[in-house]
């Protein structure tokens, strides 16, 4: 009895011991595998690839280092690099390193750079600062200028500075003439007056003179004196001369008798005189 028991024990562990090579030879997938010795994942086992995979492995892998050095990623191993390859990638990251100095990158280095790039990225640079000192800019940097440059941009910012304060927006006026002030404030105060006039926000009534502050109210009459006659919400009776009243109520008692009369629009009977009343009997309405 003991025997067998025994027995038993030995054979349980001879099982147990070769579980997981039972387990690794169900779940081995050699295309899987292959797949992942190509696509350069840590689960590739190169000892079970064929020569010919291992060739294709060995090449996948290299094709990935070289993308990695032509992208700049740290996985880059420059020392697989065959000459050629050496080379192109040189050459690229001369040709990179030309385009950013050209474009004004951050990424430019301008010790790397030929005595003709580097004198044609001086011209740039500098084209780029005169651009940004003309535009205002605060990347301007004056001290890179000539005298000349200087006084061109100094005029050029006057002028953009006039035209903006002669068109209402925000500028210096602190630094107009006289003159420039003058025609500036003449333009201001036609413009609030037009403001004014057309009822716009931007009106600032107490800065109107008498003759426009009389052209303010016209221009407010004659629109509420419209709005009335459209028949629109923002229309206020109250403000109407009796003459204008009587016009509009008179026009709205003939609109009132047509309605009536044809059936179309809306109709008050009770407004009706009783002249307008037999004369609708009259037609059969």
Not at 14 to 21: G, H, N, Q
Not at 83 to 104: F, I, R, T
Not at 256 to 284: K, P, V, W
């Amino acid at each position: 009895m003991k025997v067998s028991v025994w027995k038993f024990g030995c054979a349980q562990l001879a099982l147990l011991s070769l579980w997981p090579i039972l387990l690794y030879a169900q779940s081995s997938d050699p295309a899987q595998n292959l797949a992942d010795c190509n696509n350069g994942m840590a689960t590739c086992n190169g000892s079970e690839l064929a020569q010919s995979d291992s060739a294709g492995a060995a090449l996948a892998a290299h094709q990935r280092n070289v993308l990695d050095c032509r992208n700049g990623y740290a996985a880059c191993d420059r020392s697989k690099l065959s000459k050629p390859e050496a080379v192109a990638l040189a050459v690229a990251e001369h040709q990179k390193n030309v385009s950013d100095c050209m474009m004004g990158l951050g990424f430019c280095d301008s010790s790397h750079l030929t005595p003709s790039e580097a004198r044609k990225w001086h011209v740039v640079q500098h084209r780029r600062i005169l651009s940004d000192c003309e535009e205002g800019y605060d990347t301007c940097d004056r001290s890179k200028l000539t005298p000349m440059e200087i006084r061109d941009i100094d005029i050029a910012l006057n002028q953009r500075n006039l035209a903006d304060c002669k068109s209402g927006w925000t500028c210096d006026h602190s630094s107009l003439t006289g003159s420039e002030k003058n025609r500036v404030n003449v333009l201001d105060q036609q413009r609030n007056a037009g403001n004014c006039e057309n009822g716009w926000a931007q009106c600032d009534r107490s800065k109107l003179t008498v003759s426009e502050t009389r052209e303010t109210v016209r221009a407010e009459h004659q629109r509420n004196l419209l709005a009335c006659k459209d028949g629109q919400e923002t229309c206020d009776y109250s403000k109407l001369t009796l003459p204008e009243a009587k016009v509009l109520a008179d026009a709205e008692l003939k609109r009132n008798y047509t309605a009536c009369l044809t059936g179309y629009g809306y109709c008050d009977l009770s407004r009706l005189t009783s002249e307008q009343t037999r004369s609708i009997h009259a037609n059969g309405n």
